[in-house]
């Protein structure tokens, strides 16, 4: 089972890395259902994808709104240059402009958004047969419903297990576009359903907003029983710490490890299962809709008593018995009842003095220095890094062997080692520039055209072989070069790497990098 992490900038991005996403879903500046986000430049997603790809993580563009026909002219360069340079999938909500996709970047992954709301396995399989690789289920399914769809097709499967829960159904709410002209599906949500709202009796209460989601192990367990492939986490507009701390939990659960989460503390509105268990009274939060944090205290007389330990940096929010904002600050020193000491930390069920507005009845931590803390270390100290196995073998009066490998989360290995066994590859360009023809000349790969218009390299140039694992292809031998070159299975590319000088050419959607100034696993 895969993660896939939000990235709302690089930063953020770093930070899912970080906490081993396997998958990383982001957007380019202008484009997507989070539009508010800071978002990417070309260049910053061409760095990622790097970045992502040396530590065997992949990169997911979002398009996953409607489109206006201006917008798509106006995006197919940079999506031209961003599929040439090695973008894993592209998530999208429209059908035709996936059908775009389809015909001018044929081999990209097209995953449908949950903004399609596709909530059953006949939609599934017709989405199968149109090309889409993996669907995003909508949040409002059961386990149950979950599980259906997983019996009755073998299409990729994502599953939200965290974030924000739309009052409608996903990708299926107008409320924003109606009241104030800013339509969800062009990105740009005011979320009306977080507003006050007062019903003809008078009672005001936030009727519409409902508490987040967050799964915990034993749904983990359920999804990973019925083979679900991905399951993501929302967070595009969340901090560096929420994202790599909510990553790092799932990370755990999927492991096996019964982890106790700290998302609550980093972001807090109320959290549920969702819909994951059908019905769930519990699903809305009409006290509040925004981050309110966690709650550590209430008032008791002119102090406040403690219900959690709280530390001198930590920031608070002052709130009335009915859940009203009557404003925060952040803890300096440190003072509590009957204590002369200076201290730094006050305990649970311990009174702290400290003064706070009129009418505050509770006290909510809404910054947890300890553990942003604890964060900013692990992210200082750590880094997601390939693991590369390496089994020699060495018998007397034969060949030596080494065997260089990968071994993925099932530990079923994805390289290979030299001695296996080898077939011919015919290398066949269904496009190319002139550009690329230059490219292929400089490096005196030579070429002929074959009765269809394609090029064909000149076998005494050239000649390939793929290695097979299990009769399938997992790389190349360059007998020309006489070295063997792992295959990077992207998308139909030609082109020069500037910063290594190698030569990167493909074959029908495998694209393969020839290395001439080094060796690279």
């Not at 996936?98 to 992954?109: C, G, Q, R, T, V």
């Not at 989460?261 to 519990?282: I, V």
């Not at 964060?375 to 065997?403: M, P, W």
């Amino acid at each position: 089972m895969k993660i896939v992490a939000p990235a709302g900038n690089m930063e953020r991005f770093y930070s899912a890395i970080s906490a081993t996403a396997d998958e990383i879903y982001l957007g380019l500046k202008g484009f997507g259902a989070r539009r508010n986000a800071e978002n990417f430049t070309v260049e910053e997603l061409k760095k990622a994808i790097d970045y992502a790809h040396l530590r065997g993580s992949r990169i997911f563009l979002t398009l996953n709104t409607i489109m206006t026909n201006r917008e798509i002219e106006l995006l197919y360069p940079t999506l031209k240059e961003l599929y040439n340079y090695g973008l894993d999938a592209i998530i999208v909500q429209d059908l035709g402009y996936a059908e775009y996709l389809h015909k001018n970047f044929p081999s990209i992954e097209i995953h449908g958004s949950t903004q399609m709301t596709v909530a059953n396995h006949y939609e599934i399989n017709y989405l199968k047969e149109l090309g889409f690789k993996r669907i995003v289920l909508p949040r409002e399914l059961s386990f149950e419903e979950i599980k259906e769809i997983r019996e009755n097709t073998d299409m990729e499967l994502e599953i939200f297990v965290s974030g924000s829960l739309c009052i409608s159904f996903s990708g299926n709410c107008y409320m924003s576009s109606f009241i104030g002209g800013r339509s969800g599906n062009r990105g740009m949500c005011a979320q009306p359903c977080r507003k006050e709202y007062k019903t003809s009796c008078g009672e005001k209460s936030y009727f519409l907003s409902p508490k987040d989601q967050l799964y915990g192990f034993d749904e983990i367990k359920k999804l990973q029983e019925i083979g679900v492939e991905s399951i993501k986490v929302e967070g595009r507009m969340k901090d560096v710490s929420y994202v790599y701390e909510t990553v790092s939990y799932f990370r755990s659960l999927i492991n096996g490890i019964d982890k106790e989460e700290n998302t609550h503390k980093l972001f807090n509105r109320g959290y549920s299962k969702g819909y994951f268990y059908n019905n769930d009274k519990t699903i809305m939060n009409r006290d509040y809709s925004y981050n309110m944090g966690e709650k550590i205290g209430e008032v008791l007389g002119k102090n406040i008593r403690l219900d959690e330990d709280i530390v001198s940096g930590d920031g608070v929010t002052f709130v009335s018995k009915d859940y009203k904002n009557l404003g925060g600050t952040y803890i300096g020193k440190i003072n509590v009842a009957n204590v002369k000491e200076d201290r730094k930390i006050a305990y649970k069920n311990e009174k702290l003095i400290l003064n706070f507005p009129e009418g505050t009845k509770y006290i909510f931590r809404n910054y947890n220095k300890r553990l942003n803390d604890e964060i900013s270390k692990k992210l200082k100290n750590t880094d997601k890094k390939l693991e590369i196995n390496f089994d020699f073998t060495a018998k007397l009066n034969e060949k030596l062997n080494l065997k260089i490998y990968l071994e993925d989360e099932n530990e079923n290995e994805n390289e290979d080692d030299f001695d296996a066994p080898r077939k011919r590859l015919e290398l066949i360009f269904s496009h190319i520039t002139e550009e690329e023809k230059e490219i292929l000349e400089k490096y005196d790969f030579k070429y002929e055209y074959t009765e269809d218009n394609k090029i064909k390299l000149k076998e005494e140039n050239a000649i390939y072989y793929t290695v097979e694992i299990d009769g399938e292809d997992k790389g190349i031998y360059l007998e020309k070069t006489k070295t063997y070159y792992n295959y990077f299975k992207y998308d139909f590319i030609s082109r020069e790497n500037e910063r290594t000088k190698n030569l990167v050419i493909s074959k029908e959607g495998v694209r393969v990098e020839i290395i001439f100034n080094e060796r690279r696993w």
